[in-house]
């Protein structure tokens, strides 16, 4: 987007009104103006006002820019309405106000109109007229000034119109265009035009002849500078267009007659006019655009209106025009042309925009009028039947849009009429009125949800009149507004187009957004209740709905409308009986297991529906705390009352609607800022659930809990100590929270109450200074109560602000002592946010009337020295980038003060800086990215910060800075040392490559070049001293590219390059012997290294070097032409352009083709959108090489074409004018080039032009600037790639493939659910066909192609058969199938049908799924029963097994989609539930007669769905009924399995094994699925059952027996003492399949297997020589087998726990020795958390009684704790939810509070020294650490140096944390009576020890250490040293030990490490070190 100074740059020079530069020509006139004006000329006093408005009035005539222009214009329109309001103003005032007003703001202001090329300009100049009119009225001064303003803008103007009559420039005219429509605006301007209407419109036209002319003469050129040239014509032509219609619309028709009476016009002048809009609306849209057809067809038809301006005139013309009227000749030949016109654009489907222009314009125009013309078929009648013919047969969205528009005119110009209209209906035909309510509705609801947001806008008006229309009707029936819908109490009446709309509406998908969007519209005349009284579940659906992500916000948005209007009836809130139907609802979601739906109704639904409601609030309020006290354990849901039920609350999320329903009570007001005070009688409840709130799993829950503590009502209201105490302990349990948006919303509440604190600090501030005056005062004579009073007051004042803003500097530290080196990437990533936060919240004005704000003094962060250098260390340190950027930002944004050093940045002086540089231009030396990336951001904040900001600062970067800086200021300098830097490196890059990879590479400084341009506003510097640098820094890029271009441009594959082996040829890179591997190091080590060092060095280079080339073409300003001195000249715009171009097309490495990408399109939008054809043309021209080198077949083997569609994309995303053009050209191009055939002798080896249109077309639809334009192309596309798909060429089949996946995504979207048969990821038939109605006749052209195929004698698939299929199987049928259209799904059932009958498994499999969605619900069981049918009246000797088994695919997947999608209506479910008995009763000789084992399997699973799976029956109240009626036939069914199930045992023809074994599995699934429903089955015979399908011989079969014992709800009804040997033995076997083995166990494992595992006789199993329990641990600890570990160690947990075989403690070892073996990081996160699993087997034997096994339960909790810090999410939840278990938690916690717990827990519970020393011994080693300091120095100091390092086995481990814990932990330790002074004593040694080495390391590497600060490593280590030191200072040693542990931290202190190391030797900073833990 342009800025205003671009857009005022564009307008060239015309007149001495009209200038291109920033400063006005009228402004000499006004500076003489005011100089010659003398305040002291008259009597009058000059005055407050009047000193204010000469001041404005001088800043105005002084204004340099725009900007200033408008601040001084509106600064006087400010003063004006001062004064005007003023009620203390003196005559004397009033007068020098009228003299100052008269003598310059008149003159001058009346003169700036017409000056100003900008719309705010002039807007402000009529507020300002206002404003004179308004003091001219109250001031009376002797000179009127109304009258002298109007009299000189009257003057201006006309000398305006005549200055500018002959100008031919397209920016002049649509300026006095502009100019003129706001004159328009002004009543005065309005007057003036109607004295000078006549010349105005002569003007105006004679400007309009003379630009068509100019049109005309251009043609129809379509490149280049003719391109652009036409874009301005046919831009001035629509200004003035619209001007001619603005003056139609603004002055009666009267004021016109000039056109019929006045001899010029008349003559033929009007004609001529006439012609020129007939032929504008007309034209060629590639010439005009479409605004200026849309508003040639508005001008010509008002035209008509006033050259025809009696009625009967009017009926006659109109009557002939549509041919409802004797044709005859017109007294206009023009009316006769135009009629041709728009027959032809009728006829023509690319002209129907024009005639649609034509109608818009007549019934914009003529309105009402159109229905008194007698004619039959009315007028009316034909205009609606043109805009349907267009609708219907069009696929421009553009052309789309125009038509629901010109329905919506149509829609208004009728309800106009019936309302005038005395008769029921008027002069409109009732059923023909009635036809098109119905017609537009459906078009509404099939459009809504159109891709093309404007689609919508005109959809909505639509509907909206269609809803006045249906109220004026339903009035003039006699039916009072709102008093119900017709069916609401079975009455009937006349127009009964509202009952079908709601109807239809109520039937829809209930994931259709647009059902919600059109009930929202209609609850203007439908009243909520009679919603629901036709569906009572209404609100309940509703609610499920939200559940679904893509639908909350559409939903809510609806809900909070519908409880609007249902709340506005007291009824709802006083009435007990009707309460329930809303209040059971919101209960029902506010404790709904999904999140989704609990999210969306607290942020979008409570705190809207209840604002100002407290009735309904206390009702919810109520209803929860009811629940709360009686115990709720049941959910039940009545819809219809709430006396009879618990209000359908889930007990389980109690206290997420709990916090939600506080907050909302608190943001209202309804909850008292004393909920949390001990004086509340609710406050423990609330504290309680605040607390458990707080550390609770669920990130909405802290989201809600967060908002409750920092929301108010009240904007100044006061944070209580309790509140603020709960927000630190928030942040501490929350600070390293890894969810992004959870941090979002967290921080978002954080800063409002940031905010709101500031405000309240704010008050308490001005109150003190109040206080303190008035003690000044009165301290010595006042009264002594109120200085008492006072001095309380201020106490009090201290005491608030006091705490506040300890509170901030808590937050402050909190969030420095995060970002410390070693912090995990989300306590960085939320130290940063909150640090944000503050900053933002510090910058806030608080008084927005004043713009006051605090003093200096309370701000915390801006200023501070810590912060500084803690965003610093981020900024230098990082690997993150974003936290790099964030850094980087905080810091642009902090200042200095008084208090710290000198700098830009506190702590940070010059001689810091220079530090920081030399650190940074050794990081851009770096092979790292993440170092090189720092280092350019450090060049970047130094130079803004320093080098920019002040010219003192001289900082050293190259050896030669001293020249540099003698002889460049401080800017260009810095900028200059960085290119001397540069020139070296690439001196050794075009010398010798390899040397230039290893030791000088080149993207680094780059890197930092481009970050430091980025800074510069090159329209202050001076011309002379840049120029130069930019061509040196473009020189130097061009260089670096050419030097790595033979690399990345080369033929070989990837990962290679070209004299690395011997027998290449090529260019030979320096020395091809160099060992690269070593500086791989551990990136590979293979012969892949050395190519993959040089490729990463080479791309990098390029992307960086790109970069900065971004910055050189695109920062400075455009030159104007191709001579003259511009800081950037137009030859290097151009040069840099082609290289860019050359790049992209030669490249063969998309890491490095899209860095030039990036920059070529900056460069392209750039010129593009700069308004200068000069610079316009060179994109064009670099479009039009892409395309001829897409159709030049050359040597490549680059996949998808490299860069070329990227270049392509670069030109076509420009936000450009003709943008339009360029593509339709580009498109039609690509299209003809993608259809050409392949010949027979072309190598498909080489890039065919083919492939690159085909892959320029799909890189094209994915790019998201161009996809509104693209969509018109939709269609096209899609047949071109189903085409493209019977092409013989494999490349081409290949790019038609990948094309047609880009469209199925870009059309159908996203699958929005992994439910594969979720009714969200489908779109209606009629909706894909409505925008595309060209596919509807494609597609069944090919099917029927296909099907003859399929039919054919060969019976091959047709290319076309799958794509065709894909596209229907994603439709689905719509409510309104064939409603006026023929574009309907049924039309594919008979192709489709056929296609069943394929002797192909796939054809058969994608048919069914195809056909089933081409059958909507309301006929599912009709073809259901018509299929079964079918088969079973064929004739079972003769029937095609093939066709039997498609149709029968068919059955299952209607079933499958209409059963599980639940989208049938209950109706069609209750029929489906009569016949279902019957149907399988009669088909079931499918499953006995037919030996097929695919028909089998098919016809099974039918009876799966049906028989066994029977969710779909719960909705129904029949479902008991079909229960009964089914048994008889699901007996039989069951029993006919089994037998088969035995049959097929025996070994089958190998044809047919596959198919048996998928029968069997099934048969065995069905037949277990049946023992549910079985009646009289008892326990043993289900036993039996189960344990015959285990010891069966097939495996599939086992698995299924497996599967029902791990999910049956039957389980206890079977006879688990004999089923536990069995599977014990599959487990012990060896000879068992693994997945038997592994589902075995988990079976074992399960919860209620367990107490039979624990008393079942196991001697069948047990070995005579060991136990089962020792068996498999001696498995366990010698396999390898991961998932044999998963599986079977819970197992073992559970029988060594239970000591069913007498394990005993060994067995407990051996099992924790176990588990502490697979909780290693490398290990398989699966493995982890089957550990997690077997911890919670083996712990509740621990729960009360430790019976001597003290030790093992120590060391089980410290393997809990240890997978509380594992690196998985995954296995951290697992033992989360174990901890919280174990712990007698009410609630879940987070990992982090719950390792906090357990600690506490073994301390709690530890009573043996061997227990006490296991602790001691585990908190030492977490303490100390696995690596000795020594070892962790020399590798830092020493890093191997890798391209890409390795990632660290556990990212979420943290240093400080572990620390912190360790030292609690010992801290708590050695406080136990128990732990003895040897004890403490070998604590105390093992840490001294440690504390010695480690320093004496650190004393070894001293000069070293510097470097390493920033080390997170070193950090962590330099911590624990800290930590250890000052725990071996604690009381309980004696004095010698912690003197001399006081002196081995003196020794710390005096080495050169990070400062904030050494200030945690101070007690108060480890205090604040435990910060980082709940403790």
Known sequence: MKTKKQRKNDLPSASSHLTQTDKFAAKAIWRSTFTAFSPHTSNSSPSIHSNALLAAVSALVHAASFDAHLAALRKIAHVLATARGAHDISQSEKDAVCIVIHSLVIPICSDAFFCCPEQASRTALLSIYSRVAEIDRLFTPPNSLAQALHSDFETNLLNFLASTADSSQSANISLVCSVLLNTLEWSVGLAIFMRTLKDTFDSLVTLLSRV??????????????????????????????????????????????????????????????LLKCIKVTFSDHKVFIRDCQFIGGIVTSWLLLSLYPTDAERHLWISAFFGLGKSQDQKHAAVDKLKAAFESSLANPDDLYSALCLLRGLLTTFGPKLAEIDASP??????????????????????????????????????????????????????????????????????????????????????????????????????EVGTGLPFAEGRVEQNTVLVEIVDSLLKADWLRKVKYDLLAQLLTIVCPDEILQLRPDFLVVCFEVIANFSMSSRICSFLLRFFSALFEDAKWSLDAANTGIWLNPICFALTHPSVNLRSAITDNFLTSVFNGKNDHYRLVLAALNNARQMGVNTITLDVQSGSKNDNGINPKFHIHASICILRTGKTLGFLG?????????????????????????????????????????????EPTPEELHLIQQFLIVNGNDSV??????????????????????????????????????????????????????????????????????????????????????????????????????????????????????????????ACARALTSILMHDTFEPSRLSAFGLLMSMKNSAATADGEIPGYGVAEVQTLLNEAIQMLHSVKSSDSDSGSLVLRLVYAKYAASSRKYIFNLSSDSAEINAKYEAPAAFVVQILSLLRKHVEIAEADLASSISSYPMHGIFSGLRCVLSEIDFSKVDLHVWNPILLDAYSLIYKATQAVLAILSNESPEGNYPGLNPEETGPKIGDATADFDAVMGEAGGDQTSKSQRILHECFRTVKEACGALEAVLCKPPLPSDKEGNHILAYETIEQGGNWLRLLLTTIRHFGAFSGVFTCFQSLCSRLLCSNNALLAVLPQSWLADFLHQAEVMDV????????????????????????????????????????????????????????????????????????????????????????????????????????????????????????EYSAINTVTGREFFARFPVLHAFMMEKLAAAVQDLEGGNRSVHPAFYPILTILARLKSSAMEGNNSHLTLSTFRPSVLKCAASSFFKVREITARAYASLIPSTEFVEQVS???????????????????????????????????????????????LAKAPKLVENSFWILTDRHIPAVQDVYLSILKTVMVDRKWLHSLDEATAFTLTAAPMLKQTWIT?????????????????????????????????????LAGANAEAKTEIVVSFLHDSDYEVQLQALSYLQSSSMSST???????????????????????????????????????????????????????????????SMTDNTYEVAAVLPLLAALVADRVDGGGESGMGVLVSLMRKWIADETATYVRVSVAKALELILPKFSSQLDGYESIYVDLLILLELLLDDDDVDVRTVAADLSATHLDSKEPMLPTQCRCSILKRILERIQTTESISRVAEYATRLLIGRVATETLLEAQLNPAHVLFAKEEANQHKEELVDAVMAFQTLHALIQLPLVSSDMKSVIYATLEKWLQDSIHALESRSGNLAGLKGNGKVFGALVRIVVSGVHCLDERYSGDQRSQAGQLLKRLQTLDVHEQVKSMVLAESLLKLTDFLPW
């Open 1426 to 1472: 018509l299929i079964l049918d079918e088969l079973n009246q064929s004739t079972r000797g003769t029937l095609d097994y093939n066709r039997m088994h498609g149709l029968l695919m068919i059955v299952k997947q209607l079933v499958q989609v209409h059963l599980h999608r639940e989208v049938a209506g209950k109706d069609v479910l209750s029929d489906f």
């Open 1614 to 1676: 079977l006879n688990w003492t004999r089923l536990v040997p069995i599977l014990l033995s599959l487990v012990h076997s060896k000879e068992s399949y693994e997945q038997l083995t592994y589902n075995a166990a988990a079976v074992l494992s399960s919860p209620q297997v367990r107490p039979i595992l624990a008393t079942c006789d196991l001697s069948s199993v047990t070995s005579v020589v060991v136990s089962v329990s020792e068996d498999l641990a001696e498995r366990l």
């Open 1196 to 1315: 490549s083997i680059t996949r998808r074409s490299g860069g070329l569609p990227l270049g392509v994309v670069a030109v076509l995303g420009a936000q450009s004018p003709y943008r339009g053009t360029m593509l339709e050209k580009t498109m039609d191009l690509l299209f003809k080039v993608a259809r050409r055939q392949v010949g027979a002798g072309i190598d498909t080896n080489l890039d065919l032009p083919q492939v690159h249109a085909y892959n320029i077309i799909r890189r094209l639809l994915l790019d998201a600037t161009i996809t509104d334009l693209m969509r018109n192309y939709f269609s096209s596309c899609f047949v071109l790639s189903i085409d493209g798909l019977s092409s013989e060429s494999f490349p081409i089949r290949n790019c038609a493939t990948m094309l047609f996946s880009a469209l199925v995504t870009k059309v159908l979207g996203m699958k929005k659910s992994r439910d």
């Open 740 to 865: 992004s948006e959870f941090r979002m919303r967290l921080f978002g509440n954080l800063h409002k109450l940031i905010v709101r604190m500031r405000k309240c600090l704010y008050a308490n501030q001005r109150d003190l200074k109040t206080r303190e005056v008035f003690l000044v005062k009165n301290r010595a004579n006042g009264d002594r109560a109120n200085v008492e009073d006072a001095e309380k007051d201020v106490r009090n004042l201290n005491e608030k602000i006091s705490a506040k803003m300890k509170f901030l500097q808590w937050l402050v530290d909190f969030a420095v002592l995060s970002l410390s080196p070693g912090s995990s990437f989300p306590r960085i990533t939320s130290a940063m946010v909150l640090l944000t936060t503050i900053r933002d919240a510090e910058e806030i004005s608080l008084d927005s009337t004043f713009h006051k704000n605090l003093g200096a003094e309370f701000n915390r962060f801006g200023t501070s020295v």
């Open 212 to 273: 068509l002319v100019e049109i005309d003469a251009i043609g129809s050129a379509r490149s280049g500078a003719d391109t652009l040239s036409l874009s301005h014509k046919t831009r001035a032509c629509y200004d003035l267009l619209r001007t001619l219609a603005a003056l139609f619309a603004k002055l009666d028709a009267s004021k016109f007659e000039f056109l019929r009476t006045d001899v010029e016009w008349s003559a033929g002048k009007s004609e001529d006019l």
């Open 378 to 479: 009315t007028v009316l009648g034909v205009i609606y039947t043109h805009i349907m013919a267009v609708i219907d047969s069009s696929s421009d969205s553009a052309t789309r849009i125009l038509s629901f528009q010109t329905l919506a005119s149509w829609m208004s110009v009728v309800r106009d009429v019936l309302r005038k209209s005395e008769r029921k209906t008027g002069p409109i035909d009732t059923a023909q009125l009635d036809s098109a309510l119905k017609r537009s509705f459906d078009l509404v609801f099939t459009f809504w949800e159109d891709p093309v947001d404007s689609m919508q806008h005109k959809l909505k008006d639509v509907f909206n009149f269609m809803l006045e229309i249906i109220q004026t009707l339903r009035t003039k029936q006699g039916a």
């Open 673 to 717: 800022s004393d909920f949390l005070s001990p004086s509340n009688a609710e406050s423990v409840f609330n504290n309680h659930v605040i607390t458990l709130a707080i550390s609770h799993p669920d990130p909405n829950i802290r989201t809600d809990v967060c908002g409750l503590l920092c929301d108010s009502a009240r904007a100044l209201a």
């Open 1537 to 1573: 399995s089994a037998k088969l199930l035995s049959q097929t045992r025996t070994l089958v023809a190998k044809t047919e094994q596959a198919w048996t074994c998928n029968l069997r599995q099934n048969l065995a699934q069905y037949c277990l699925g049946c023992l549910e429903y």
